[in-house]
Every structure is written in structure tokens, then in C-alpha cells.
């Protein structure tokens, strides 16, 4: 992009030596656009030996803020060589101009901030993440207190947002989580198919579409999909509520935020996810039956018939029974990022994007916490 | 008079049924500083708006510099938008950066200026405003809101404009820095040669800033004048304006100062 001048900067400004020894002469426009040129030929000029220098002025034409600085930072250095400096000719508008950023103008450059070395970035990060981690159980703390308290006086239970939240999160995340869960069903039972082909068991794609999607894989998906469709928003949302001071707003109406914006998203989940959790389970199954049919010639009678020996009541229960768990984990993490947000609009998204990336991997973690539990179990 | 910097002519806007502005016009003279009053609703920060091509009347004519700003597009507008500055009501500094960078970041984009000439100037535009040095490195978030305002101020001249819209300058602001605000508008108007439209309801800043001030209502400006000439009007909405207690109290302080 290329600056077009103001009507009155055409005329190019200048600082040279004079006529005499001792003088310099500036003129043209001292404005903003002309500014890196100009400075060039402060730079350019022959250091000057005299005692006593007069810099004649008359024939600036313009002169704005960036200008006025640029002669009084000349000025300065001039005066810094030992030099005894006198400015002369200015025009009375000019000169009003160059008194002001005199006045205004400190000794020292911009302060910089010092950039950290590697060292102290890895220390600071490390400090930070320890601070997250032990912020992350004090909300926990916090959160369970809250609800202890709710229950104890179920009246301060706020029934309007939970149905909101099941709604939003639950009801409507229906057609993703279902199609989905769907597809996958109709993968697992397409890769099986050939392999159980080969050894004749075409009957066992029953057992490795229902056992892997109702124990494992559909907690899993629908957790996820929740995790980036509703853990997202809650850290988003209580993220603008804090950069808004809404948060502390409602701290001195006497509400806790906890308890108004955290409670019934940790309430509603976990009733909202184990129900999403059968619907997937269903669909998932239906998946695979819709595949098995043309792949291996399975009727969907044989294959519901097989579906009650395939999958035992215990693998039924530990999938579901996981839903709730990761709803903890989901609504607690948004959540929580939300209300690490500071300031910017940049940490909302910072924040929204970490509780993601954080409720997943935590949701992953624990599932497979389960697996080595329940392998203990013999379940 | 001499030349006029913004005219505006037979201007209409309307949302929906609600007529905000009927037949409006006024026009601001080069150096002037030209404010906006009327009560909270009444269409100034719209018509502030309108006037930096944010949004667009039914009707009507807005030119700025001797141009036709109503239906411009971002393009054509962009050769102006480098003339002017807009400092908004609550600073929109963009919160991801310094103030530094919030100051740079316009001479980047708009000049052929080095990064060390940019930080130096940008520095000098913080200096003007009168925010101390260590402001320069910290993010909005960190500052308070009278430091936000003068920051916005300091984006807002980062080009060295010759027009400067302010929206609600002092709002918000104790009355310290409020006067540090009327003070700084004034030496920038006196030093610079800038032309000001103000949007505001302080009363103190339009008594010691403001050469002329154009009163909205109803649709319509109801007065327009110095302060002077305002307050010996016989319109009700006027004089209900300025001689509500607040107003009688400011205009006794500026009469004090003479």
C-alpha cells in the first residue's frame, strides 16, 4: 500500500547545510509520510564542529506531530554533541507545535519490553501448567462443594438452565452424534467383514460391532463430539462473561457464578450424555446390521437374535455407566478454561480452544483408566 | 466561515419506523471543534457513524474533505480514513496487543516508516496523550479506563489526522482526567490545526472545548451555536438541556473561570 500524501505534504522536506558554517537550513513538509526519508538525512548530515549552531527554519511549509519530533530529536542530539543550538524562523503555528512536543518529548526512547530467555520461557511454562493443574482440582473442589451445598437445599438447584442445557447440549446434538455413531457402525462391520469371511464366522460380526460400539467406542464418539460442541461453548461463553466483568457482576448480586454457571452445565451433562450414549449405542449397532446384511449375509432377525448372547448386560452398563464420568470431565473443563480467560479477545479463544484439546484428552485418559480397571475387575 | 471540512445536508435515517434523523444538516469549518449533545437515544453517535462510513443513512448527503461519503464503498473510503482518526466510545483497543502495538500497527499498515521509527513515534504519540512511558508495553486489559481512553486517543493520532471524531471522551472518566482530556483536545486543536466533531454529554468538556455545539432531538437539531448562544435559547428541550441542575452547575464554573 502506498501512502498518498496530504494536499499540503507534496512539497519534499529537507534538512541541509547552509550558506554558512554553523547553519543548517530544514524546509519543505515535515509530516509523517516524509518521515523515513527525512530521518535519512538527519542521518546523512556531516557531523558539524562548530561551538554554536543556528538552523533556519523559514522554509518549512508543514509540520505535524511526527515532524516536530523528528527537529526536536535532531535538536537534542545536536545539543547532546555539545553544540549550542538555535532555532530560528519557524513559523508561530510550528513553533507552538515544537513546544508542546518539547514539553511532552521525555530524554529516553519507547520503552521496550525485555524479551525472555530460554530459560526463564521454560520455567514460567512449567510454573504456569503447574498453576492450571492445581487450579484445574481447586475447581473440582469448588464445584463439589457447590453441588454438596445445592443438594443439601435442592431449592438453590436452577432447573430452568439444566433443561436449557439438556437441551442444547443433548437434544439438538442428536443428528451429529447419531449419523456418526452410524458411520462407524457400518466401518467396523465393513472391516470385519472380510476377515471373519476368511474363517467362516460371519455370524461373530454381531459380537465386534455391538461389544466394540457399546462398551468402547460410543462413550467415546459421543463424549468427544459433546466435548467440541458444548465444552467449547462453555468456555467461550463464561470466557466473555468474564472479559465483560459479568462474572464479577454476578459475584456482587451475591450469586455464585458456580452455582448459576457451572452447576447446571455439570447436572445437565451428566444426565444429557448417558442418554445420548444409548441413542448412539443404537444407532452404532443398526450400522453394522445395515452393513452385515449385503457383506455377509446376515438378516437383521439373526442378527438382533445374536445381539442379547453378544453383548452381556455388564458390557452394556460399563459403557453407559463411563457417560457420566466424561460429562464431569467435559463441563468441568469448559468451564474451567472459561474462567482462566484474562482480558483479551485473544485469551477467549485461546481458552476455548485448550478446553478442547484438554476435555478430549482427559476423556481419553480416563477411558483407558477403565479399561485397565475393569481388566483388574474381570468385568 | 472559512472552508468546511464535514457538511451535511438532508440527512434521513430511519430503523425500521423509528425516525432518528429527519432532514438533518450542519456543516464543520476547518480548526473548528464541533460537538454533538443531545439526550441518550437521540441518534449523535449514529450520525458520528454515518459520518465515518460505518453505517449508511435512507437520505441524504455527508461530505467530508469535499467528498460524498454516503454509499462509499470500504475502498474508495480508505484514502479518507487515512485523514481522519476515530477514537471510540470505549476505546476499542484491540486487546490483543500492547498499546505499543496498538499504535504501530496503524503506521504499518498506512506508512513506509522502519520498526524502530514506528516504536519511536509510537512512543511520541503516547507521550502526547500524556500516558507515562511504561504504558507503552502493557496490554488494555491492564490499564484503567481513563489510561484506555488516552490510549484509543494515541491510535486514533497515530496518522497524524486532520479530523478527529471522538465518541463520549470523558465518559466514564474521573474528573481529573476528564480535565486532563478537554485540556489535551484543546492544545491539539490549537497546535495541530485539527478539526474536532465531538459526540458527549459532559457539560464541563463542551463549555471549555467546544466552538459550536448542535443539539439533536426529535429527530432534528434543535439548536446549534456556541455555548453562549445555546444557553440563551428559548427551545424547552434546550434549556432543559443545559439548566438542569448539572448544567447550571457547569456553566457557573466556566463563568467562575473567565
Known sequence: ?379 | MSEAVIEIERLNTRFGDAVVHRDVGFSVARGEIFALVGASGCGKSTLLRETIVLQRPQSGSIRVFGQEVVGMDDEAALALRRRWGVMFERGALFSALTVSENVTMVLEEHTDLGPALRAEVAALKIALTGLPPDAGPKYPSELSGGMRKRAALARAMALDPELLFLDEPTAGLDPLSATGIDELVRNLRDALGLTIMMVTHDLDLLWRTADRVAVLGDGRILGIGTMNELSKSDDALIREYFYGPRGRAAREQAWNRR
Not at chain 1, 51 to 61: F, H, M, P
Not at chain 1, 105 to 122: D, F, I, N, T, Y
Not at chain 1, 262 to 268: Q, R, T
Not at chain 1, 316 to 330: C, N, W
Request: proline fraction near 4%; aromatic fraction near 6%; hydrophobic fraction near 50%.
Open chain 1, 1 to 379: 500500500m502506498t501512502p498518498t500524501p496530504t494536499p499540503q505534504a507534496t512539497e519534499r522536506a529537507d534538512i541541509t547545510t547552509g550558506d554558512s558554517p554553523g547553519e543548517l537550513r530544514c524546509s519543505g513538509a515535515w509530516v509523517l509520510h516524509a518521515l523515513t526519508a527525512l530521518e535519512r538525512r538527519v542521518a546523512a548530515l556531516p557531523a558539524a564542529r562548530e561551538r554554536e549552531l543556528r538552523i533556519d527554519a523559514s522554509a518549512v511549509t508543514a509540520m505535524d506531530t511526527s515532524g516536530a519530533w523528528l527537529l526536536v530529536r535532531t535538536l537534542r542530539a545536536l545539543a547532546a554533541r555539545g553544540a549550542a543550538v538555535r532555532l530560528a524562523g519557524l513559523r508561530p503555528e510550528f513553533d507552538a507545535l515544537v513546544k508542546l512536543i518539547e514539553a511532552r518529548m521525555r530524554a529516553e526512547g519507547p520503552v521496550r519490553s525485555r524479551a525472555p530467555g530460554m530459560l526463564e520461557r521454560v520455567g514460567r511454562k512449567a510454573w504456569e501448567e503447574t498453576l492450571s493443574a492445581f487450579g484445574l482440582l481447586a475447581f473440582v473442589g469448588e464445584g463439589t462443594l457447590a453441588l454438596a451445598r445445592a443438594l443439601a437445599d435442592p431449592r438453590r438447584i436452577r432447573w430452568r438452565p439444566i433443561l436449557y442445557n439438556i437441551q442444547t447440549a443433548g437434544f439438538e446434538a442428536l443428528p451429529i452424534t447419531g449419523l456418526l455413531s452410524f458411520l462407524m457402525g457400518i466401518v467396523i462391520a465393513y472391516q470385519g467383514a472380510t476377515q471373519l469371511q476368511r474363517f467362516g464366522a460371519n455370524i461373530y460380526v454381531v459380537d465386534l460391532v455391538a461389544l466394540s460400539m457399546v462398551r468402547e467406542l460410543s462413550p467415546l464418539i459421543t463424549a468427544i463430539i459433546v466435548a467440541g460442541r458444548s465444552g467449547s461453548a462453555y468456555a467461550a461463553q463464561i470466557g466473555t462473561m468474564k472479559v465483560t466483568e459479568e462474572i464479577d457482576a454476578l459475584r456482587t448480586i451475591g450469586v455464585g457464578p458456580l452455582e448459576l454457571l457451572v452447576l447446571p452445565k455439570v447436572i445437565a451433562l451428566m444426565i444429557a450424555l448417558p442418554l445420548l450414549t444409548v441413542y448412539t449405542d443404537v444407532m452404532g449397532v443398526l450400522g453394522g446390521m445395515v452393513m452385515a446384511r449385503p457383506q455377509l449375509g446376515i438378516s437383521f432377525g439373526t442378527f438382533v437374535e445374536r445381539l442379547g448372547e453378544a453383548v452381556s448386560l455388564s458390557s452394556y452398563l460399563i459403557g453407559i455407566g463411563k457417560a457420566p464420568v466424561f460429562a464431569v470431565i467435559v463441563a468441568l473443563v469448559g468451564c474451567y478454561q472459561g474462567f482462566q480467560v484474562t482480558g483479551s479477545a485473544e485469551s477467549v479463544g485461546r481458552r476455548t480452544t485448550v478446553s478442547v484439546v484438554q476435555s478430549i484428552f482427559l476423556v481419553i485418559l480416563v477411558d483407558a483408566l477403565f479399561s485397565i480397571v475393569f481388566n483388574w475387575l474381570k468385568l
